[in-house]
């Protein structure tokens, strides 16, 4: 009995450790599964289609020469709130794809509700820092300085002008508006109404991206404290650019630019293409449109106007790669970002399609020779990115309301914002708990 104690009790030890070693391999690693001995299968929802398809298949083919014994499963989900929410009732339930690409927008709410893995660490192990990235990308992708999403495209927006026009009423087709002032004048000589009706209108603030964002920014002005996190809807600067915004529809009657408006048509009807409107803000997704319905069209493309003819600036959305939380193939997925997120991965993922939140891929498209999407890239180091808070969808839908009580005479601008700062910070109050 001595001896066989003294044989079982090594026996044990060796038992347990290999229990633990085990245990320890299962937990950090991935198991293996239906894509063979030693193979992981990753599984990847997502919403794209066409050429954005093309390139994602691109990714994941070369990703997969790269890493043999990981195989990526791709998922179409239409991109809608529905998908949404049954991406949300797949992490409740605890059976999450390993992989899922997400409008970075959602950030905030999304970890808020920890409903994403922190990719923090992975990063840094990685090789993955926030100086490859544009600054406002790597921002967006993170919450309370912690990194949930891999950043994966982006756009910017600036002034769109007709050149034609501007030859037409006396204006220098080289000098576009650089100041509010002269955008003003500029929108007057282009303008041409009779009576209620516009035959064309020179410039519209709040039409197509010309958001309370953009003008805001433009006007100097700050949505969210940086030290507190507060929001600053009120901010004296915003208040004026809607104040700006205001004074516009009241001098063109805000009734008849909603008729105009509401005619508008898109795609080959757009009234920028159509010659109905003369300037707009909008971003390089317009791009490809004109290209399409109208190539012969004469425009150029420069920084939105600020007050004092400097200090330009835009904001920038965008896709990311998230990994849900309870994702079963953690390592895996993020291998698969991790490449997605290097110049190799945005290479393809971006090509002839999107802007890369990468400079160096976007200087190797090309766009940086191209006249008007160099203005687009050349703008990116001064753009900002939407508050990355929990009430991110709250404040932009405060924000258009605000927006469109004071354009219309229903409130002041400061009344409106002063209001739009309460009920967000108030909204904002139960994540401090």
């Not at 009576?195 to 949505?223: D, N, V």
């Not at 970002?337 to 190797?364: M, P």
């Amino acid at each position: 009995m001595r001896r066989s104690k003294k044989i079982a009790f090594p026996i044990l030890v060796c038992f347990l450790a290999m229990s633990l070693l085990v245990t320890a391999c299962s937990t950090k690693g991935d198991s293996s599964d239906s894509a063979g001995e030693g193979n992981t299968t990753v599984t990847m929802w997502h919403g794209l289609t066409s050429i954005d398809l093309d390139n994602l298949n691109k990714v994941v083919k070369a990703f997969e020469e790269k890493n043999p014994t990981i195989k990526m499963k791709l998922v179409y989900t239409e991109s809608s709130e529905g998908s949404d929410q049954k991406l949300l009732t797949a992490v409740a339930g605890g059976n999450p794809p390993d992989v899922a690409l997400f409008d970075r927008f959602k950030v905030g709410t999304w970890a808020a509700q920890g409903s994403l893995t922190d990719l923090s660490s992975m990063a840094e192990e990685s090789g993955i820092r926030k100086e490859m990235y544009y600054p406002f990308a790597w921002e967006e992708s993170s919450y309370q300085g912690k990194l949930y999403a891999m950043p994966m495209d982006t756009d910017s927006r600036l002034l769109f002008y007709n050149k034609d026009h501007f030859k037409e009423v006396g204006l220098d087709p080289n000098k576009p508006p650089q100041t509010i002032a002269e955008l003003e004048a500029a929108a007057e000589k282009l303008t041409i109404k009779e009576g209620k009706r516009f035959k064309r209108i020179g410039f519209i603030p709040w039409y197509s991206q010309g958001w309370l964002y953009t003008w805001g920014w433009a006007f100097g002005g700050e949505f969210q404290d940086a030290a507190t996190g507060k929001i600053t809807a009120n901010d004296p600067k915003v208040v004026e650019a809607l104040q700006w915004m205001t004074d516009f529809g009241k001098k063109y009657n805000v009734e008849d630019i909603a008729g105009f408006t509401s005619a508008a048509g898109t795609e080959e009807m757009d009234p920028f293409i159509s010659g109905q409107v003369s300037m707009k803000i909008s971003g390089n997704f317009t791009v490809k449109g004109i290209e399409k319905f109208k190539p012969d069209l004469n425009y150029g493309v420069a920084p939105i106007p600020t007050p004092t003819g400097t200090d330009f600036t835009t904001w920038s959305g965008g896709g990311s790669a998230i990994i849900p939380k309870g994702a079963k193939n953690v390592a895996a997925a993020w291998k698969f970002l991790e490449f997605l997120g290097k110049e190799e991965g945005q290479t393809l993922l971006n090509a002839d399609s999107q802007i890369s939140v990468i400079d160096s891929v976007n200087d190797k498209y090309g766009y940086k020779d191209d006249p008007i999407m160099k203005e687009f890239i050349n703008i990116l180091p001064n753009s900002h990115n939407r508050p990355v808070i929990p009430e991110g969808q709250l404040l932009w839908n405060e924000l258009a309301s605000a927006t469109e009580k004071a354009t219309r005479g229903n409130g002041t601008p400061k009344e409106n914002l002063d209001r739009v700062t309460e009920t967000v910070n108030k909204a904002l109050e139960k994540y401090d708990k």
